[in-house]
């Protein structure tokens, strides 16, 4: 059944360098390789898993004890976080960080795009287990650009009459040599709610950020562009942003990374996420019929 599903999207689909072929957990995967870029993304939860531009390394961690499974979230790489982000506030039993990184998003096209690398439009409409959830009428549609960087635009449509309040993510892990020798600039001065201190309310001075325990906050009030300092691998991240009020930063250290099943006890130091976000005081109030777009451009330059 899926090898036939395959078949007829790489007919339906059909672009230099990209295939659609079964990934882990015979979950359906695109792959895309072209003079610019190499990526991958799944269609459950239009789970970006993998992007290297030509010439430079692999700029996103995905864990090795990642599940691939259709009822569970994909560790690693771009999770794409609706309609609210950590603990839904009023349903326990709700899933964490919403529901549309774990349903399976539909292709709408494929293109070449004007950096020599690939477009990949997808969409997600409500299935109908979630409107006790989240019961409005909506539309996600998300734009994937494997180039030269890797561009990421999130589009919600509200669908029905009436205003709704949501909340959203480009939940990124990034990479890196080790999370202890990085430094994030972009976020000096701002305010955060430091989820490792009861969420408390913390103000950053003019120093940059680096790790040294385990990191959980939440920027808020800030559309500053984020950059990853990587010495060990000879490499600084840069995360612009547009529409998006809030930037989360995590990493799990020691015990968190012990405690987490789908995550390596060893592999804490391997990776940040520094996540393009309306979170928070920052949930964006949808109008009826409006639409709201976030978006996330990830480029790496050698250093
Ligand atoms: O964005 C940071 C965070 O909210 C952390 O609190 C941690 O829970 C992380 O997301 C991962 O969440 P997940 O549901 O994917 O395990």
């Not at 899933?95 to 004007?114: K, T």
Request: aromatic share 8%; with cysteine.
């Amino acid at each position: 059944m899926s090898l036939k599903i395959l078949e007829e999207l790489q007919q339906r689909f059909t672009v230099p360098g990209v295939v659609f072929n079964t990934g882990e957990g015979g979950l359906k995967r695109i792959e895309v390789q072209t003079p610019a870029a190499r990526g991958e993304i799944y269609l459950h939860g239009a789970h970006v898993t993998g992007y290297q531009p030509m010439g430079e390394q692999e700029m996103l961690f995905i864990s090795a004890k990642s599940q691939f499974a259709v009822d569970k979230p994909i560790r690693g790489g771009v999770p794409v976080i609706f309609p609210w982000f950590g603990a839904k506030s009023d349903d326990a039993r709700a899933p964490m960080h919403g529901f549309a990184r774990l349903a399976e998003w539909e292709v709408q096209s494929i293109a070449p795009a004007d950096d020599g690398g690939v477009t990949v439009d997808l969409r997600f409409l409500p299935p109908p287990n979630t409107s006790g959830s989240f019961p409005h009428a909506f539309e996600l549609s998300y734009r994937v650009s494997f180039g030269k960087s890797l561009r990421l635009s999130l589009a919600v449509r509200n669908a029905g009459p009436a205003s709704w309040k949501f909340e959203e993510a480009l939940h990124s892990y990034f990479a890196v040599s080790d999370v202890r020798n990085v430094v994030v600039t972009g976020l000096e001065n701002s305010q955060y709610i430091s989820k490792t201190q009861n969420m408390q309310r913390q103000q950053q001075g003019d120093e940059s950020l680096r790790i040294t325990q385990e990191t959980d906050r939440v920027y808020q009030n800030t559309t500053a562009a984020c950059v990853i300092d990587d010495p060990g691998m000879g490499r600084r991240i840069t995360i612009s942003k547009r529409e998006s009020r809030s930037t989360v930063v995590w990493n799990p250290w020691i015990d968190k990374a012990r405690a987490m099943a789908d995550f390596g006890d060893e592999e804490w130091p391997d990776m940040i996420c520094v996540e393009t976000c309306n979170v928070g005081e920052n949930a964006v109030q949808l109008a009826g019929g409006a639409e709201h777009r976030m978006e996330a451009e990830i480029r790496s330059e050698k250093v």
